[in-house]
């Protein structure tokens, strides 16, 4: 049985423990109307709910088990510019849309301040990012993102620190300088993710948990069919990412679950918060297998890292991430472990966002690959732009060749855990 068909409570995070939307909302059944459904609640299926229904079209949004309890419900919560590989996604579509690109890049930022702001959305949103080189060769990388926000005159505070400033921002010396970048930050993205869709359900959205879609039929008017209910709608918009196993005629092969791992230790004291994060900022290195760490909004270290493509989560997540995370602060040896937990990233191959139709009227967004709170908003309004009669920048994603290993399911993981082995051996080499 998939998990999918199980039904599930959200994962014991400390996002679950600190939950602020505890509502549940009714398991679809019988017959319902709409303009649009909505598969999957993720920051993908709810923003594109709520964007849809911010402009007066009338929307259901289905949940297999619970809002937010994929990946969204369960991340490092960095609020983070771009795409995983913006200069892919640059050098797939050419030059001319480079700026295009640069402005897409931080939408995401600006709808979600906007709607923590609009809708009173209770998700602990903090400016302040850093992301960290682990060896010397790394810097370069980070001067040349530093050209590319000088290039583009951004707005908001940034800039490059040196080793030794990196070690008095982070009380470590791990790490040989950062790019600090203050439009970044990080939040609670449960509570992001609950809160889009309690602001989308205050617009009258349909939203349904408890609801695995197993089918859908075409037409005119697709249908979204579950065990003891069916919607119809004018489009469909499939949002499961790396939880998604319909269609798999069309989508199979294209994007592959790969694990993440987080976490949260006990609150620490104020003089050690001090001490390794005075700044609190979201904190991710540049390795192609990052690892990312913040305090929450009660103190505690939330540490994540350790891809895993295998299909099976470590038997033991604390055993697992906790050395790295004593390997940037020895002095979190004997804190306490309160919360560990996993979830699937949809890595695509080419770390492009994927875009398409599998009908005129059934469109897919899938694949962030890691990079995804930011990203999902941006591609959920890309698609809802599309469904509104403005597909520009929808056919420029949905026209981007993706590469698709055929017969993923018997053989795409382990093909995956190679890929995960020669971007470990890249790290390595750098
Ligand atoms: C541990 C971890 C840490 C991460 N850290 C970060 C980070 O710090 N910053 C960042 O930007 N990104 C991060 N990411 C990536 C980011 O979380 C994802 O890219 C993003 O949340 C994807 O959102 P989504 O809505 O597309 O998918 P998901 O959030 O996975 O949502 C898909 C939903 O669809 C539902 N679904 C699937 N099939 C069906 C069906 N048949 N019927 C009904 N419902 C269905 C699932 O139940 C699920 O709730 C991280 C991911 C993980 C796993």
Redesign the pocket.
Known sequence: MT??ETRQEHTTSYYAATASYPEHYPELEGQVSVDICV?????????TALTLAERGYSVAL???????????????????HGFSKDYKIAAALGPDYEDMIWEMAWRGHDMIYDRVERYGIDCDLVPGYFEVATKPSQVKELEEQLERLQHHQHPYEYRLLDRAETRHTLGTECFHGGLMTMRNG?LH?LNL?AGEAHAAAGLGVKVFEM????RLEYGSRPKVI?DKGRIDAAHVVL????????EPKHLSGLIFPA????IATEPLDAELRQEINPHNL?V?DTNEIVD?YRTTVDGRMLY?GRCNYSGRDPKDIAASIKPRMTRVYPQLQNTRIDYE??????IVLNRIPMLGRIESNVYF??G?????????HIMGEIAADAICGTAEKFDLFANIKHFRIPGTQWFGNQMLAMGMLYYRMKDWMS
């Open positions: 998990a999918l598969v999957g609640a993720g920051f993908t299926g709810t923003s289905v949940e297999a088990n619970r809002v937010g309890w994929g990946a969204s419900g369960r991340n490092g919560g960095q609020l983070i990080h993205p993710c609801s695995p879609v197993t579950t949002a499961g990412n790396a939880y998604h196993r319909l694990g993440s791992y987080i979201a991710c990312y994540g937990w996993g979830g699937k990233i949809g967004v899938q962030f690959s890691g990079h995804g709170v930011n990203a999902t």
